[in-house]
């Protein structure tokens, strides 16, 4: 047993007892008298108008006695034992009073509970035993037996004091758990209140926590189950309280996330894919500082969140998707040999609507107009082509077919005269409006036109046109700073684009 688990082993308890008896007294003696008595040794376990002897420890017996000048046998018994378990002395009388001491080994179970300790005085040697002392006294005991459970715990009176626990007291160390329990099911300390010292008592741990008072870390996540319960909120029976893939600990510790949260910036990424998958940082919502979110990188426009140029070209993503229309993706947006950022530096349109045909033109200014020319006396009615295109994700549009309504003879319709067959275009597209466009000026037409009927912004038209041109919907021919978009069938001989591949 520890230090801090021992009790006390000596208690004290005087006794004046004053119930003297007169016996008969041999001619010419005088007079017997029990005057005291006192208790002492490890069998003496409290103090109280009744003291508390341990039936199976030993017990010192003091005893103060007058007697004559004959011998004497001082016994002391406790009322209930069997005969010839008293304890006895032989003195020899001083006429005088004089201190006896006897010791009770230990008390048989039978004579627990309240008793009488009983000191008597009788002539030594007497031939009648059962005759009445010549002097006695007595003191109330209570008596503990070695298997009885005073306090009702669960442990055995003899038990308790071997493990230093309370033998009248069911919790010695007040944590919620019997002392029973505590020893025989839980297997924890009944003299401490926190076994595991975890900062959960075991009774918090055992009735409301269900987690193990002799662990520290009952789920073994890297907190311990106080700090998990009273610091984080989280809980020490799992090792990821908030299920985004990051243990509690490595999120408290590591990574300085909130183990009760499953995003915790709350870009839209859960934290354990954020480090684990994406290597992004889950405490900022944009970890490159490009302008784009995380999770905005990762699920729309399939750049990566920790390069704030995904493709290199100089230009930071967001600055590309919101500020400029282009890919972010794609280091030459439109095509056309410049990069994005040398285009926007040099002050050109670095949106998808740049010319794939700059320089198309005859490079002699004579050649040049000529084929400005020939675009222009070119102009004229044509037939009207309509192209299935196909979605971009850099546009507005998700692709389709435009629809031809046949109309009938003396119905007047957008695009057919009274008197004449036309055919109604019914937009279900961007680039069904663009085509719409070009129909309405003979299949070419400048982009700035495209702008100003559409209604678009610059950065869409650009981006619309972009697409078509890529899907071969359209071609765009440059004219000094500006594009002229032109149905395919309808570009003039002599203007393609110095980056088409042509037959030797």
């Known amino acids: 047993m520890s230090a801090r688990l021992a009790v006390p082993v000596t208690v004290v308890v005087a006794v004046v007892l004053f119930a003297l008896t007169g016996g008969a007294v041999a001619a010419g003696s005088d007079a017997v008298a029990v005057n005291s008595v006192t208790l002492s040794g490890a069998g ?3 103090d109280g108008e009744r003291p508390t002897v341990a039936g199976w420890r030993a017990v010192n017996v003091t005893t103060s006695v007058t007697t004559g000048t004959d011998t004497y046998d001082v016994c002391a018994d406790v009322h209930g034992n069997t005969a010839g378990t008293a304890t006895c002395r032989q003195v020899d009388g001083t006429n005088a009073t004089t201190n006896v001491t006897l010791t009770l080994d230990g008390v048989p179970e039978n004579a627990t509970g309240k ?3 009983t000191v008597t005085v009788r002539a030594a040697n007497a031939t009648n035993t059962s005759a009445e ?20 715990d669960g442990l055995g009176n003899r038990e308790e004091f071997e493990r230093g626990t309370g033998f009248d007291t069911r919790d010695t160390d007040g944590d919620g758990l019997a002392d029973g329990p505590e020893l025989n099911t839980h297997e924890t300390d009944p003299t401490s209140t926190d076994t595991d010292d975890d900062g959960l008592a075991d009774g918090v741990e055992v009735d409301n926590q269900q987690t193990n008072p002799t662990e520290t870390d009952t789920d073994g996540d890297g907190l311990d189950d106080g700090v998990e319960v009273a610091t984080h909120g989280t809980d020490p029976t799992d090792t990821d309280t908030d299920g985004d893939g ?3 600990g490595a999120e408290v510790t590591e990574y300085q996330t909130d183990p009760t949260e499953t995003d915790t910036d709350g870009d839209g990424l859960d934290d354990g894919p954020e480090v684990n998958v994406h290597e992004t940082d889950p405490t900022n919502p944009d970890t490159d500082g490009d302008g784009l979110d995380d999770a905005a990188e990762v699920r729309r426009y399939d750049t990566n969140p920790t390069r704030a140029d995904t493709d290199g070209d100089g230009l930071a993503d967001g600055r590309e998707v919101n500020q400029l229309g282009t890919n972010p993706t794609r280091a030459d947006t439109d095509g056309d040999g410049l990069a994005d950022a040398a285009e926007d530096a040099s002050g050109g349109d670095v949106s998808p609507d740049d010319s794939r045909l700059v320089g198309a033109l005859s490079p002699t200014p004579g050649v040049a107009v000529g084929a400005l020319a020939g675009v222009s006396l070119a102009l004229g009615a044509g ?5 299935r295109t196909r979605g971009s994700p850099w546009t507005d549009s ?8 046949d109309v009938e003879p003396g119905v007047e319709t957008d695009g057919a005269t009274e008197g004449g067959t036309g055919h109604v275009a019914r937009a279900t597209t961007d680039e069904e409006r663009v085509h719409e466009v070009l129909d309405e000026h003979d299949g070419r037409v400048r982009q700035s036109v495209v702008v100003s009927e559409t209604g678009w912004s610059k950065s869409k038209v650009s981006r619309v046109l972009s697409g078509m041109a890529d899907d071969g919907a359209i ?6 700073r500006e594009n002229v978009v032109v149905h395919p069938d309808r570009v003039p001989e002599g203007a393609e684009s110095p980056f088409d591949s042509s037959d030797e």
């Open 133 to 152: 002392p010549l002097a006695s006294g007595t003191v109330g005991v209570r008596v503990l037996g070695a298997a009885g459970d005073v306090d009702g």
């Open 475 to 480: 071609q765009k021919i440059p004219i000094g």
């Open 246 to 248: 990051l243990g509690d």
């Open 44 to 46: 003496v376990v409290a």
């Open 383 to 387: 037939a009207v082509l309509f192209y």
């Open 398 to 405: 998700s692709g389709g077919r435009t629809e031809q309504v």
């Open 115 to 117: 008793r009488d300790l």
